[in-house]
């Protein structure tokens, strides 16, 4: 005997009309239309996407490593002296020592001017079209390098390369943070790091070969190659694309970044964070005079933050160390013997960033810098101890104190400078404080590079006690200002200065707390000012 069926039976829903309730809700709730963001959908998905896009922005980066690197190792090589005896420092000519530092040193003009440059092409040409167009400048600086018969003309090639480089290292760790889900932004951001070591080691490794010096130059074309043509197949920045109100294909981006589709609740939250975002940061007229701004988007304090942070990276005095064959020999060390420990230390440097790649999403950006600005503080004593005794079993030990320096550096200030600062901004001004903030990294670096050279000449073994006290003056300025960043999405550090602003809080103080409201919440709207008019509320 069969029993009529109930009304809710009946009328059970089926899987088309669950689509099309879905279809109807996105359009309701967003006004976007399911078929727009379906033809909009990027190529890649999930962990396929994010290793894309990894794979691209490491790419970058290796780059970077590569190019500052291999003009480190070629500079006391025999041919390339013979190609250049401007480089060669000797007792009739000790002001080459000077040359030889400005030929390394040059190239930071360039990436300097190149990163200024993107505070006005960042937003307007996008992230992949800025990378693009870096990418490019690169690949003709690599060819004019590789072609360099006088030292004017290198000197011109290393600037026009360097220019390139500066516009891709502005954007490519911005592309990167806003393409990677929160709960792995740290570690992925943090390969950028170790691919800069990797590109240095690289460098090094190359050119030990008998082949010209123009071989190991040429060879950085690889990277530029691959990187300017894989990032075609690579879908923009949703934060980029709601700027420029291409909603549609920001949903489809988000969606594929999360592997979800655009009904999944989270998906939704995330479009919404972007959508709020905007909306408080379009509010008033937009110009380079919002990172002077404070209020609750903090942008003035978010801007000088990220700027003082790459300051400080090149302060440490990692490029005293990343010369490493010039300082090896200074330590006693033979010129085979230097090569050899130097790629001995780049290996190791690789090692270290590879743990530092795990530790970041657990231990905190806050404490991994504090761990590093004081492990480097200890390393430069004991160098400057070790150089007033300078004995045989003293420079031995500084050797093995340069692989220590590697290793806190690493941990605390290798890839995650590049991390924090693509964090620490606002939307608004994504572009204009990663494009200051790489600029003052190529200013401080140039600064270091030409000072360290003098220096060691002049004061010797008191260089260390420079970049000691240098170390040891980042710990408060870490402890006091920098506000902690992990596990919180790009849009719920606004809320997070937004806070502390109308509560009058310190802004450390409060993104270290539990309860801040995440952004797409009402909470976080009355927070952040958002008009009702312009709510997204996804379950709220």
Not at 141 to 166: D, E
Not at 167 to 183: D, K, M
Request: proline content about 4%; charged content about 15%.
């Amino acid at each position: 005997m069969s029993f009529p069926s109930s009304d809710q039976e009946k009328h059970q829903p089926s899987v088309a009309e669950n689509t099309d309730l879905h279809h109807e809700q996105i359009k309701q709730q967003f006004g976007l239309d399911p078929a727009d963001i379906a033809t909009h959908a990027p190529l890649l998905r999930g962990r396929k996407l994010s290793a894309a896009v990894a794979f691209v922005a490491g790419t970058g980066f290796t780059l970077f490593g590569y190019d500052q690197g291999v003009m480190s190792s070629l500079l006391t090589g025999n041919q390339f002296e013979a190609s250049f005896p401007e480089v060669i420092v000797e007792a009739s000519h000790p002001d080459h020592a000077t040359l030889q530092s400005f030929t390394i040193a040059i190239y930071e003009v360039g990436c300097l001017f190149g990163a200024l440059s993107n505070l006005w092409v960042g937003d307007k040409l996008g992230r992949r079209r800025t990378i693009v167009v870096g990418g490019s400048i690169m690949i003709a600086g690599a060819i004019l390098q590789t072609t360099a018969f006088s030292f004017s003309h290198l000197i011109f090639a290393r600037i026009f390369t360097g220019y390139g480089n500066g516009l891709i290292t502005s954007t490519v760790p911005t592309y990167h943070a806003e393409l990677s889900p929160s709960a792995k932004r740290g570690r992925m951001i943090m390969m950028e790091g170790t691919l800069i070591v990797v590109g240095v080691t690289i460098a090094f490794f190359v050119n030990w070969s008998s082949a010209q010096w123009r071989v190991p130059i040429a060879l950085q074309l690889v990277f530029e190659i691959i990187m300017v043509t894989c990032i075609g197949f690579l879908p923009e920045s949703p934060r980029w694309l709601v700027k420029r109100g291409r909603n549609a294909e920001a949903m489809a981006v988000i969606s594929a970044m999360e592997d979800k589709p655009p009904t999944d609740p989270e998906v939704q939250r995330t479009y919404y964070g972007i959508r709020e975002a905007v909306a408080v940061e379009t509010s008033s007229q937009g110009s380079l005079r919002d990172l002077t701004t404070g209020g609750r988007s903090q942008n003035f304090r978010r801007t000088a933050i990220a700027v003082v942070f790459m300051m400080m990276q090149q302060l440490t005095g990692i490029n005293l160390v990343t010369l490493w064959t010039i300082v090896f020999q200074r330590l006693g060390l033979s010129d085979i013997n230097a090569r050899i420990t130097s790629a001995a230390n780049g290996a190791e440097y690789v090692l270290a960033s590879i743990a530092a790649y795990y530790a970041i999403d657990h231990v905190g950006r806050r404490q991994l810098m504090l761990f590093g600005a004081i492990g480097q503080c200890i390393v430069m004593l004991l160098l400057a101890i070790l150089g007033y005794i300078n004995t045989t079993p003293a420079q031995i030990v500084s050797v093995v104190l340069l692989f220590g320096f590697n290793t806190f550096f690493a941990f605390g200030w290798l890839g995650l400078a590049w991390l924090y600062c693509a964090e620490i901004a606002g939307l608004r001004t994504r572009a204009p404080t990663n494009a200051l903030s790489t600029a003052s990294n190529w200013t401080f670096n140039f600064v270091v590079v030409m000072v360290v050279g003098p220096a060691f000449n002049n004061i010797s073994w008191r260089t260390y006690i420079v970049f000691a006290a240098l170390n040891a003056a980042i710990v408060p300025v870490v402890y006091f200002f920098f506000p902690e960043t992990g596990g919180r999405s790009l849009e719920d550090l606004d809320v997070v200065f937004a806070l502390a602003y109308i509560t009058g809080e310190d802004p450390v103080k409060v993104s270290l707390r539990k309860d801040v409201p995440l952004a797409g919440t009402r909470e976080a709207d009355e927070i952040l000012g958002v008009s009702p008019g312009v709510q997204y509320h996804i379950g709220m």
